[in-house]
């Protein structure tokens, strides 16, 4: 029982990429927290110790083999100097009782750009109030805002839902224009009767993938909440063709929700056409989430 129990844990974390959707969702929410799997490790060495059994103990370094050809990489520490643009994303949570200290923490940081999501009615001049004097530049449309050290041009929203939760811009860096997409996919839920329910947010990225392929611009930069990992293969349409500043130039999983204690990745920095020198997550905000950031090579 064991031994099978062990190939099952090494077959799905291998085949993760695979798997199909069926009823539920069930394949993304694998695949959410496919880091996680490493727990089946401890458990079924457990299980072969009180059972002595050799075979079934071997077996159970199975999973253990799979999940580090996995992740092994993404562990090693690959952050170096060199960065000659610092981008910072982070949903500021719409109920963040103090948007005033988490614009300061962010002007703080000392990026070129920063993209927010989950902006409110009441919370947006303070972002803007608190910003003004680093950033000169900003646009805010309707929950999502850009502020940034350089010029921003042909600012518009991307519709991907029938509100605005994604955003296009191009910053002009004394190193020529770079494309910045600010998104917010939608929500998904975890519901004992439906599952994990993802239709709503694969279909907005779905449109965010027709937008992308259309961009003129060879850099690009997309960053936000995606509500996903980048192990989700719903989110392909996005994730294909950019890399992931934190797989590439990170320590770690880098997780980034919930902020208490992050079990999930699911704000992202992407990008084509420039190298990641360097990514991270930043301290707590008063949010739900914490700010992901990355020094990029234009």
Same mark, same amino acid.
């Given at each position: 029982?064991?031994?099978?129990?062990?190939?099952?844990?090494?077959?799905?974390?291998?085949?993760?990429?695979?798997?199909?959707?069926?009823?539920?969702?069930?394949?993304?929410?694998?695949?959410?927290?496919?880091?996680?799997?490493?727990?089946?490790? +401890? %458990?079924?060495? /457990?299980? !072969? *110790?009180?059972?002595?059994?050799?075979?079934?103990? =071997?077996?159970?370094?199975?999973? &253990?083999?799979?999940?580090?050809?996995?992740?092994?990489?993404?562990?090693?520490?690959?952050?170096?100097?060199?960065?000659?643009?610092?981008?910072?994303?982070?949903?500021?949570?719409?109920?963040?009782?103090? +948007? %005033?200290?988490? /614009?300061? !923490? *962010?002007?703080?940081?000392?990026?070129?750009?920063? =993209?927010?999501?989950?902006?409110? &009615?009441?919370?947006?001049?303070?972002?803007?109030?608190?910003?003004?004097?680093?950033?000169?530049?900003?646009?805010?449309?309707?929950?999502?805002?850009?502020?940034?050290?350089?010029?921003?041009?042909?600012?518009?929203?991307?519709?991907?839902?029938?509100?605005?939760?994604?955003?296009?811009?191009?910053?002009?860096?004394?190193?020529?224009?770079?494309?910045?997409?600010?998104?917010?996919?939608?929500?998904?839920?975890?519901?004992?009767?439906?599952?994990?329910?993802?239709?709503?947010?694969?279909?907005?990225?779905?449109?965010?993938?027709?937008?992308?392929?259309?961009?003129?611009?060879?850099?690009?930069?997309?960053?936000?909440?995606?509500?996903?990992?980048?192990?989700?293969?719903?989110?392909?349409?996005?994730?294909?063709?950019?890399?992931?500043?934190?797989?590439?130039?990170?320590?770690?999983?880098?997780?980034?929700?919930?902020?208490?204690?992050?079990?999930?990745?699911?704000?992202?920095?992407?990008?084509?056409?420039?190298?990641?020198?360097?990514?991270?997550?930043?301290?707590?905000?008063?949010?739900?989430?914490?700010?992901?950031?990355?020094?990029?090579?234009?």
């Amino acid at each position: 029982m064991i031994v099978a129990l062990a190939a099952g844990c090494a077959l799905l974390m291998a085949l993760h990429g695979h798997l199909p959707e069926g009823p539920g969702n069930l394949g993304s929410l694998f695949q959410t927290f496919l880091p996680w799997t490493v727990l089946s490790v +401890p %458990a079924l060495l /457990a299980a !072969a *110790l009180v059972r002595r059994s050799r075979p079934a103990m =071997a077996a159970a370094l199975a999973p &253990a083999v799979v999940w580090g050809c996995l992740f092994a990489g993404t562990l090693a520490d690959k952050r170096s100097g060199g960065g000659e643009f610092t981008v910072v994303s982070h949903n500021v949570d719409e109920n963040n009782p103090d +948007p %005033a200290k988490t /614009a300061r !923490a *962010l002007a703080a940081s000392g990026a070129d750009l920063l =993209a927010l999501q989950e902006l409110s &009615a009441a919370s947006t001049p303070v972002y803007e109030r608190e910003l003004a004097a680093r950033y000169p530049y900003r646009s805010v449309h309707l929950g999502i805002g850009l502020w940034s050290k350089h010029p921003l041009t042909g600012v518009e929203p991307v519709p991907i839902m029938p509100w605005t939760r994604a955003v296009r811009a191009a910053v002009d860096t004394p190193r020529g224009p770079v494309a910045v997409y600010a998104v917010h996919l939608a929500s998904v839920r975890v519901s004992p009767v439906a599952g994990f329910t993802t239709w709503h947010r694969n279909d907005s990225a779905g449109k965010l993938a027709d937008a992308l392929r259309a961009e003129p611009l060879p850099r690009v930069l997309v960053v936000g909440d995606f509500n996903g990992t980048a192990e989700d293969t719903a989110l392909r349409p996005v994730t294909s063709g950019f890399r992931s500043a934190q797989r590439e130039s990170g320590a770690g999983f880098g997780l980034t929700w919930p902020a208490a204690f992050p079990v999930v990745r699911i704000d992202q920095i992407l990008l084509k056409g420039m190298t990641p020198v360097s990514a991270r997550t930043l301290p707590a905000t008063g949010s739900d989430h914490l700010p992901v950031a990355a020094s990029l090579r234009l």
